[in-house]
Nanobody, 124 residues
Framework: QVQLVESGGGLVQAGDSLRLSCAVSGRTLNWHAMAWFRQAPGKEREFVAA????????DYSASVKGRFTISRDNAKNTVYLQMNSLKPEDTAVYYC?????????????????WGQGTQVTVSS
């Protein structure tokens, strides 16, 4: 059974940094892609960043490009989201997700496995 466990969320001030982690168990990720999404209250789930497990190709939403960095540790089967220069509008529950196949996607419906989410709150 595939399990994704996120950690690293919290309450920070605008301009601060946070690093989210997502540990994956139960699946070899060589032919998969992983992504981070977020969902703010009353809003739809929004794509943040994605990474191809083999090769490390990445994609970012325009709203976080230049501030957030997605990376992975093959040995630990873990994907990270380094978030710098955080803004109040980054406040949301952040989810990691896994999809089969190496094509990166911004569509949450393409991802078959999800973590439980971790809250990130940025105060002004």
């Amino acid at each position: 059974q595939v399990q994704l466990v996120e950690s690293g969320g919290g309450l920070v001030q605008a301009g601060d940094s946070l690093r989210l982690s997502c540990a994956v168990s139960g699946r070899t990720l060589n032919w998969h892609a992983m992504a981070w999404f977020r969902q703010a209250p009353g809003k739809e789930r929004e794509f943040v960043a994605a990474i191809k497990w083999s090769g490390g190709n990445t994609d970012y939403s325009a709203s976080v490009k230049g501030r957030f960095t997605i990376s992975r540790d093959n040995a630990k089967n873990t994907v990270y989201l380094q978030m710098n220069s955080l803004k109040p509008e980054d406040t949301a529950v952040y989810y990691c997700a896994v999809k089969a196949g190496v094509v990166l996607s911004t569509n949450p419906n393409d991802y078959g496995y999800w973590g439980q989410g971790t809250q990130v709150t940025v105060s002004s």
